[in-house]
């Protein structure tokens, strides 16, 4: 058997583990923040792992948790604003599928070392309106931890994320209205896809976009 081989298998081994390791977890946790106690267990998998694997095989191991996290398509439309609804329908599947894949490279790319990091996810859950926010922390073994807020929102899915505040106030979805809104300005829904194409293969290169 070759040495890639075995450290293929014994990649998807420890993976496997941490995946039962972290099914026991989950059931203590209240039901918004099962979802991103499953994100972080992911990630942590991904860190671990490094660019040592490759880009593609970490991402098949974040795709799903963050699929199941995150509310994708309300993501986008509220990122996109009150033009979504102006939008034909083929543009805006493409462009869903497309931001789909950004998120998930995003994710891949900004999470790709490990230095003995853990999250933490507090056991107190804020209610905003029908949305309850998930605190979480990724702790390093020095210096001061990085607050994450998700904003989580029940559904036919069952609990899911809509927007992710940085340090407890930095939404994501802000930024990325203003980023979109100025794309849409220039190009309309073309200019924005194409964007979003270039950032994610800049990623999936292993750039830093």
């Given at each position: 058997?070759?040495?890639?081989?075995?450290?293929?298998?014994?990649?998807w081994?420890?993976?496997?583990?941490?995946?039962?390791?972290?099914?026991?977890?989950?059931?203590?946790?209240?039901?918004?923040?099962?979802?991103?106690?499953?994100l972080?267990?992911?990630?942590?998998?991904?860190?671990?792992?490094?660019t040592?694997?490759?880009?593609?095989?970490?991402?098949?191991?974040?795709?799903?948790?963050?699929?199941?996290?995150?509310?994708?398509?309300?993501?986008?439309?509220?990122?996109?604003?009150?033009?979504?609804?102006?939008?034909?329908?083929?543009?805006?599947?493409?462009?869903?599928?497309?931001?789909?894949?950004?998120?998930?490279?995003?994710?891949?790319?900004?999470?790709?070392?490990?230095?003995?990091?853990?999250?933490?996810i507090?056991?107190?859950?804020?209610?905003v309106?029908?949305?309850?926010?998930?605190?979480?922390?990724?702790?390093?073994?020095?210096?001061?931890?990085?607050?994450?807020?998700?904003?989580?929102?029940?559904?036919?899915?069952?609990?899911k994320?809509?927007?992710?505040?940085?340090?407890?106030?930095?939404?994501?979805?802000?930024?990325?209205?203003?980023?979109?809104?100025?794309?849409?300005?220039?190009?309309?829904?073309?200019?924005?896809?194409?964007?979003?194409?270039?950032?994610?293969?800049?990623?999936?290169?292993?750039?830093?976009?």
């Amino acid at each position: 058997m070759t040495q890639p081989i075995v450290r293929r298998r014994l990649f998807w081994l420890i993976a496997a583990s941490a995946v039962a390791f972290a099914r026991v977890a989950r059931a203590q946790l209240s039901a918004p923040a099962v979802p991103i106690k499953a994100l972080d267990d992911a990630l942590l998998q991904i860190m671990r792992a490094g660019t040592k694997a490759p880009f593609a095989e970490r991402a098949r191991i974040a795709a799903p948790a963050i699929e199941a996290a995150f509310d994708l398509p309300q993501i986008l439309k509220t990122s996109v604003g009150a033009r979504w609804t102006t939008l034909a329908i083929p543009q805006q599947l493409e462009l869903t599928e497309v931001f789909r894949r950004y998120t998930v490279a995003s994710y891949v790319a900004n999470f790709d070392s490990y230095s003995g990091e853990r999250f933490d996810i507090a056991q107190q859950i804020r209610v905003v309106g029908g949305d309850q926010v998930v605190t979480t922390h990724i702790v390093p073994t020095s210096g001061d931890p990085t607050r994450i807020d998700y904003v989580m929102r029940p559904g036919g899915g069952g609990w899911k994320g809509v927007d992710v505040l940085l340090d407890g106030t930095i939404s994501q979805v802000a930024v990325r209205r203003s980023d979109f809104r100025a794309l849409l300005d220039k190009g309309g829904a073309a200019a924005l896809t194409a964007s979003l194409r270039a950032k994610t293969a800049g990623l999936e290169a292993g750039g830093n976009q």
